[in-house]
């Protein structure tokens, strides 16, 4: 899978906080606590998310250039190719999926209760992220996605889970 952030970005952060949004951020005021938040401890933070309003990104952008926020946005894109993106990083980060299909609210999200992971790094639309805390998890995700390839019988389902299954190691997961 690609992952391309939502306003000009590319570097490596050492541990950044991970928020896992599968659901499109229509205004600021959605993630206005999450922003004190980051604005307050000036984490540096990734703000995974289907889409975001232009003015969101906008008002990232301008924030993340003046130094008052270090929050990069991450467009994790709606098609068959990334329809798992949200399960893979969850369990890489060990972060929580704010979805509404849950019953969560964008608005209540606070950035204490987001994960960091060790590193990460976004090239070119390329993600690494280290999170060596989860390697059990990584490792017991990929022998079930592995034990699912085994009993498809559609092979462009096969070539879905083998991409997933690529992407994933005990300790990193690349898109």
Not at 73 to 79: A, G, R
Not at 101 to 116: F, M, Q, V, W, Y
């Given at each position: 899978?690609?992952?391309?952030?939502?306003?000009?970005?590319?570097?490596?952060?050492?541990?950044?906080?991970?928020?896992?949004?599968?659901?499109?951020?229509?205004?600021?005021?959605?993630?206005?606590?999450?922003?004190?938040?980051?604005?307050?401890?000036?984490?540096?933070?990734?703000?995974?998310?289907?889409?975001?309003?232009?003015?969101?990104?906008?008002?990232?952008?301008?924030?993340?250039?003046?130094?008052?926020?270090?929050?990069?946005?991450v467009h994790v894109p709606m098609d068959i190719d990334s329809?798992?993106?949200?399960?893979?990083?969850?369990?890489?980060?060990?972060?929580?999926?704010?979805?509404?299909?849950?019953g969560d609210l964008i608005s209540t999200l606070r950035l204490?209760?987001?994960?960091?992971?060790?590193?990460?790094?976004?090239?070119?639309?390329?993600?690494?992220?280290?999170?060596?805390?989860?390697?059990?998890?990584?490792?017991?995700?990929?022998?079930?996605?592995?034990?699912?390839?085994?009993?498809?019988?559609?092979?462009?389902?096969?070539?879905?889970?083998?991409?997933?299954?690529?992407?994933?190691?005990?300790?990193?997961?690349?898109?």
């Amino acid at each position: 899978f690609t992952l391309m952030p939502a306003m000009q970005f590319a570097g490596s952060v050492l541990e950044p906080k991970i928020v896992l949004i599968d659901g499109f951020i229509e205004s600021v005021a959605e993630i206005d606590c999450l922003l004190q938040d980051a604005h307050a401890t000036m984490d540096h933070v990734l703000l995974f998310s289907r889409g975001m309003a232009h003015d969101v990104v906008n008002t990232l952008r301008v924030n993340h250039e003046r130094g008052t926020l270090r929050v990069v946005p991450v467009h994790v894109p709606m098609d068959i190719d990334s329809l798992n993106t949200f399960a893979d990083l969850s369990v890489v980060s060990g972060a929580d999926v704010v979805s509404a299909h849950k019953g969560d609210l964008i608005s209540t999200l606070r950035l204490a209760a987001c994960p960091r992971v060790e590193y990460a790094s976004l090239h070119h639309g390329h993600l690494m992220l280290v999170a060596t805390a989860t390697r059990r998890a990584v490792q017991l995700h990929i022998e079930e996605l592995r034990r699912r390839r085994l009993v498809l019988e559609q092979e462009e389902l096969g070539k879905l889970i083998d991409s997933r299954i690529r992407s994933l190691s005990p300790t990193t997961t690349r898109s």
